[in-house]
């Protein structure tokens, strides 16, 4: 019996130890198996990358090169839009940011002017554009953009939009565009001082300047004028600004808010952001106890504008006009839309 009770000690012995041997070595086989399906999921993708025109060549000195990065998921998940307040995400519109505009167009102004106005849009909105997106170009952009890319490409959570930006990004270098050195990113994926993503890079980028390239990665008329075109493409109105910051009534957080439907049908840019709610005339808001941020009554101009709630509590709201959903084309958010509005006031001196 004893030697029965041994051998049974042993055999659950040694199954306790080979249990504790494959989890130790389950994460590294695991991490094995995702590489190869990361390596597996790039050759199909260079497949159609040939299938689109893109040259062996240029696939072949990019493709071997690409590794995926983890942190990139994770800075897509926490994306300061998502996760700030709006006090404090607006806090981006600092004092200094603010400065460092006014000096660009003191310096630069002759260019920008020109080069915004030749697209009908106005020279603050792309000072603005540039100061949030990359302190006006002075923003270390360092990421390699084809890893960034393609760890988004294969995330579940954007992947065919990602894709898509991938095989501009190809596209690019394949044409002659941008060099691979050349070709640096945020963590998002956006090239350049603009920020503008390969595809938008391909359909907006301008030669403002005539030298035969369009060079997003110095400041200059081709920054200028793509940013300015990019506007343009949305139906920007250059006989408007973007709205205004405003007090609301007593209650008027949890009053004024409205389905899109029940109002005014808003401008064809517009009505994909249906949480921006119902859309009135300023006279209507104006009735409904909207004031100015002073007090002071609204403008009586016909406009029609949504109202957009800051955070809870502080009784502050935005009138936002059809400019501000051209903002919202280049980045789709609240938040950052409104700081670009905010500091294009504050570069140009406009007070409420």
Same mark, same amino acid.
């Given at each position: 019996?004893?030697?029965?009770?041994?051998?049974?000690?042993?055999?659950?012995?040694?199954?306790?130890?080979?249990?504790?041997?494959?989890?130790?070595?389950?994460?590294?086989?695991?991490?094995?198996?995702?590489?190869?399906?990361?390596?597996?999921?790039?050759?199909?993708?260079?497949?159609?990358?040939?299938?689109?025109?893109?040259?062996?060549?240029?696939?072949?000195?990019?493709?071997?090169?690409?590794?995926?990065?983890?942190?990139?998921?994770?800075?897509?998940?926490?994306?300061?839009?998502?996760?700030?307040?709006?006090?404090?995400?607006?806090?981006?519109?600092? =004092?200094?940011?603010?400065?460092?505009? +006014?000096? %660009?167009?003191?310096?630069?102004?002759?260019? !920008?002017? *020109?080069? /915004? &106005?030749?697209?009908?849009?106005?020279?603050?909105?792309?000072?603005?554009?540039?100061?949030?997106?990359?302190?006006?170009?002075?923003?270390?952009?360092?990421?390699?953009?084809?890893?960034?890319?393609?760890?988004?490409?294969?995330?579940?959570?954007?992947?065919?939009?990602?894709?898509?930006?991938?095989?501009?990004?190809?596209?690019?270098?394949?044409?002659?565009?941008?060099?691979?050195?050349?070709?640096?990113?945020?963590?998002?994926?956006?090239?350049?001082?603009?920020?503008?993503?390969?595809?938008?890079?391909?359909?907006?980028?301008? =030669?403002?300047?005539?030298?035969?390239? +369009?060079? %997003?990665?110095?400041?200059?008329?081709?920054? !200028?004028? *793509?940013? /300015? &075109?990019?506007?343009?493409?949305?139906?920007?109105?250059?006989?408007?600004?973007?709205?205004?910051?405003?007090?609301?009534?007593?209650?008027?957080?949890?009053?004024?808010?409205?389905?899109?439907?029940?109002?005014?049908?808003?401008?064809?840019?517009?009505?994909?952001?249906?949480?921006?709610?119902?859309?009135?005339?300023?006279?209507?808001?104006?009735?409904?106890?909207?004031?100015?941020?002073?007090?002071?009554?609204?403008?009586?101009?016909?406009?029609?504008?949504?109202?957009?709630?800051?955070?809870?509590?502080?009784?502050?709201?935005?009138?936002?006009?059809?400019?501000?959903?051209?903002? %919202?084309?280049?980045?789709?958010?609240?938040?950052?839309?409104?700081?670009?509005?905010?500091?294009?006031?504050?570069?140009?001196?406009?007070?409420?």
């Amino acid at each position: 019996m004893n030697v029965v009770r041994s051998s049974l000690f042993a055999l659950s012995t040694l199954a306790a130890a080979l249990t504790y041997a494959q989890e130790e070595v389950a994460p590294e086989a695991s991490e094995a198996e995702e590489s190869a399906a990361f390596q597996a999921w790039l050759g199909d993708l260079r497949i159609e990358a040939l299938e689109r025109g893109i040259s062996a060549a240029t696939l072949d000195s990019i493709i071997p090169t690409i590794e995926p990065q983890r942190r990139v998921i994770q800075a897509d998940r926490n994306q300061a839009e998502f996760v700030q307040t709006y006090a404090n995400y607006l806090e981006r519109v600092s =004092d200094r940011r603010v400065e460092m505009g +006014r000096e %660009l167009l003191a310096e630069q102004g002759e260019m !920008i002017n *020109s080069a /915004a &106005n030749a697209h009908n849009v106005q020279a603050r909105f792309v000072a603005a554009i540039l100061g949030m997106e990359s302190n006006y170009g002075t923003f270390p952009i360092t990421e390699p953009l084809f890893n960034v890319i393609a760890t988004l490409a294969y995330d579940s959570r954007r992947g065919d939009q990602f894709r898509n930006e991938l095989f501009a990004a190809f596209e690019i270098v394949d044409k002659g565009y941008a060099s691979v050195d050349e070709m640096k990113s945020s963590w998002a994926g956006a090239l350049g001082a603009p920020q503008f993503m390969p595809g938008s890079y391909l359909r907006l980028a301008v =030669d403002q300047d005539g030298d035969g390239k +369009r060079d %997003l990665w110095n400041m200059g008329p081709d920054v !200028i004028g *793509s940013v /300015a &075109n990019y506007l343009k493409s949305t139906g920007w109105q250059d006989n408007q600004t973007w709205g205004r910051v405003v007090s609301l009534p007593p209650g008027g957080e949890q009053s004024l808010p409205a389905p899109q439907n029940t109002g005014l049908s808003p401008d064809a840019s517009c009505r994909r952001y249906t949480t921006m709610g119902v859309w009135r005339d300023l006279n209507d808001w104006q009735e409904l106890g909207v004031r100015k941020a002073d007090g002071s009554d609204l403008p009586t101009r016909p406009l029609p504008a949504a109202l957009i709630i800051g955070d809870e509590g502080d009784d502050k709201g935005y009138l936002v006009y059809r400019n501000f959903c051209s903002l %919202l084309r280049y980045n789709p958010s609240f938040k950052y839309a409104l700081g670009v509005s905010l500091l294009s006031d504050a570069i140009a001196g406009i007070e409420e």
